[in-house]
Antibody, heavy 121, light 107 residues
Framework: EVQLVESGGGLVKPGGSLRLSCAAS????????MNWVRQAPGKGLEWVSS????????YYADSVKGRFTISRDNAKNSLYLQMNSLSAEDTALYFC??????????????WGQGTTVTVSS | DIQMTQSPSSVSASVGDRVTITCRAS??????LAWYQQKPGKAPNLLIY???SLQSGVPSRFSGGASGTDFTLTISSLQPEDFATYYC?????????FGQGTKLEIK
């Protein structure tokens, strides 16, 4: 079964750090570009970051650039998001998602269940 | 950045109705548009990619269309399980951007 499972969310104080993980199974992880997408409580979807299958490219939303770092370990079938200098505006449910059919232009077809990040003092 | 403007923000409809949701891109995105359905507490589910291609496993009552920078998602005959929030997403260039969402409610 194709599956993505996020972990690492939690409650963190403003200015703190957190590292999210996404464990992939059921497909050839190294072949797929991967994404992080977040959703603040009661709000819409916001793309956060993308990384290609073989680390050929990395992109970030302006809202997280310089604070968040996306990475992957293809040997461990895992995707990561290191989040530093967190603020209340980063409070959200964070999803990892796979590109559809190996094509970045085709949307995201497999999503995890999400992990919740709450930034509060 | 490419702005995606979705309309309406909410719509009420009945089972069996035909519903169309529109998404307008602020600039040319070719056909690189995806549509998602999201139910409360769940991850989004890909319905349509490349503006009009039906994702595997998605019922044929869902269809996508495009005209220039205007894109549509049509549900031909609403079923009870279709009441959810729908999002468009441009996949033409980074940063990817989503529309603000359309909440489809039962009338």
């Amino acid at each position: 079964e194709v599956q993505l499972v996020e972990s690492g969310g939690g409650l963190v104080k403003p200015g703190g750090s957190l590292r999210l993980s996404c464990a992939a199974s059921g497909f050839t992880f190294r072949s797929y570009a991967m994404n992080w997408v977040r959703q603040a409580p009661g709000k819409g979807l916001e793309w956060v970051s993308s990384i290609s299958g073989h680390t050929g490219y990395i992109y970030y939303a302006d809202s997280v650039k310089g604070r968040f770092t996306i990475s992957r370990d293809n040997a461990k079938n895992s995707l990561y998001l290191q989040m530093n200098s967190l603020s209340a505006e980063d409070t959200a449910l964070y999803f990892c998602a796979r590109v559809n059919q190996l094509r970045e232009n085709y949307g995201m077809d497999v999503w995890g269940q999400g992990t919740t990040v709450t930034v509060s003092s | 950045d490419i702005q995606m403007t979705q309309s309406p923000s909410s719509v009420s409809a009945s089972v069996g109705d035909r519903v169309t949701i529109t998404c307008r891109a602020s600039q040319d995105i070719s056909s690189w548009l995806a549509w998602y359905q999201q139910k409360p507490g769940k991850a989004p589910n890909l319905l349509i990619y490349a503006a009009s291609s039906l994702q595997s496993g998605v019922p044929s009552r869902f269809s996508g269309g495009a005209s220039g920078t205007d894109f549509t998602l049509t549900i031909s005959s609403l079923q009870p399980e279709d009441f959810a929030t729908y999002y468009c997403q441009q996949a033409n260039s980074f940063p990817y951007t989503f529309g603000q969402g359309t909440k489809l409610e039962i009338k």
